[in-house]
């Protein structure tokens, strides 16, 4: 249920920035990353198997939101979960919930909210454009 109100609350936002396209490759990176990163840990520390969820692309699209706009609190938020999520993947490493994959996600989703800025300069989402503020 946390995961569909991350998603409803983050995703419209991206939407209206980046467009489409976009936010269909953000989610699709976030989630690759995510589940790369939470099988790594698996494989590591002997965790629960393939993670199955949307935990990735939540983290993902959390990250792009605090990457692309710039909201006060938004990226520092981010930041600490994102170092809670770090330390939990490794100490609860047998627990059901997904902690490496929120990581990765958020990784994924920022590194891919920073290409889009970087490689279309003059489009939605650039850093020469104006993003409205919410």
Same mark, same amino acid.
């Not at 490794?90 to 902690?99: C, D, E, L, M, N």
């Not at 920022?110 to 919410?134: D, F, L, Y």
């Given at each position: 249920?946390?995961?569909?109100? #991350?998603?409803?609350?983050?995703?419209?936002?991206?939407?209206?920035?980046?467009?489409?396209?976009?936010?269909?490759?953000?989610?699709?990176?976030?989630?690759?990353?995510?589940?790369?990163?939470?099988?790594?840990?698996?494989?590591?520390? #002997? #965790?629960? *198997?393939?993670p199955i969820?949307?935990?990735?692309?939540?983290?993902?699209?959390?990250?792009?939101?605090?990457?692309?706009?710039?909201?006060?609190?938004?990226?520092?938020?981010?930041?600490?979960?994102?170092?809670?999520?770090?330390?939990?993947?490794?100490?609860?490493?047998?627990?059901?919930?997904?902690?490496?994959?929120?990581?990765?996600?958020?990784?994924g989703g920022?590194?891919?909210?920073?290409?889009?800025?970087?490689?279309?300069? *003059?489009?939605? *989402?650039?850093?020469?454009?104006?993003?409205?503020?919410?």
């Open positions: 249920m946390a995961n569909i109100m #991350g998603l409803v609350w983050f995703c419209p936002r991206l939407l209206r920035i980046v467009g489409m396209l976009r936010l269909i490759s953000l989610c699709a990176v976030s989630q690759a990353v995510g589940v790369a990163a939470q099988s790594i840990v698996d494989c590591l520390l #002997g #965790g629960n *198997g393939a969820g949307l935990s990735g692309i939540v983290c993902g699209c959390m990250a792009g939101t605090a990457w692309v706009v710039p909201a006060k609190g938004m990226r520092l938020s981010v930041l600490l979960f994102g170092t809670f999520s770090a330390v939990l993947a490794f100490v609860a490493s047998k627990s059901s919930t997904a902690h490496a994959a929120h990581l990765g996600g958020m990784l920022a590194a891919t909210a920073w290409a889009i800025q970087r490689v279309s300069p *003059g489009r939605r *989402g650039a850093p020469r454009c104006k993003v409205r503020q919410e």
